[in-house]
């Protein structure tokens, strides 16, 4: 079993940028597809970005894609996105995902571990 942690979360003014981390315990991420996923107060979770478990394929949401980029250093056993050009409606708890040889699937059911979450906070 693989734990995850968000970390990287904060309050941050419109335009500006932050970069969340997902480090994984117990065990290492490199075999692992890993996605963020968010979700705001009252809204279902949202796809964020994913990555493939060796790299080769990424996806991003319409919404932040040219503004966010996913990337995993599996030596630190970490996964990435750097979240540029924040808006007001990023504002969401930031949580990442793993799945066990994925592909980088869009679909939440599709990861098998959870973090707890990283609170995204953008003002105006």
């Known amino acids: 079993q693989v734990q995850l942690v968000e970390s990287g979360g904060g309050l941050v003014q419109a335009g500006g940028s932050l970069r969340l981390s997902c480090a994984a315990s117990?065990?290492?991420?490199?075999?692992?597809?890993v996605a963020w996923f968010r979700q705001a107060p009252g809204k279902e979770r949202q796809f964020v970005s994913a990555i493939s478990w060796n790299g080769g394929n990424i996806v991003y949401a319409d919404s932040v894609k040219g503004r966010f980029t996913i990337s995993r250093d599996n030596a630190r056993d970490t996964v990435f996105v750097q979240m540029n050009s924040l808006k007001l409606e990023d504002t969401a708890v930031y949580y990442c995902?793993?799945?066990?040889w994925g592909l980088g699937s869009r679909g939440s059911s599709q990861y098998e571990y959870w973090g707890q979450g990283t609170q995204v906070t953008v003002s105006s």
């Open positions: 117990k065990r290492t991420l490199s075999n692992y597809a």
């Open positions: 995902a793993a799945d066990l």
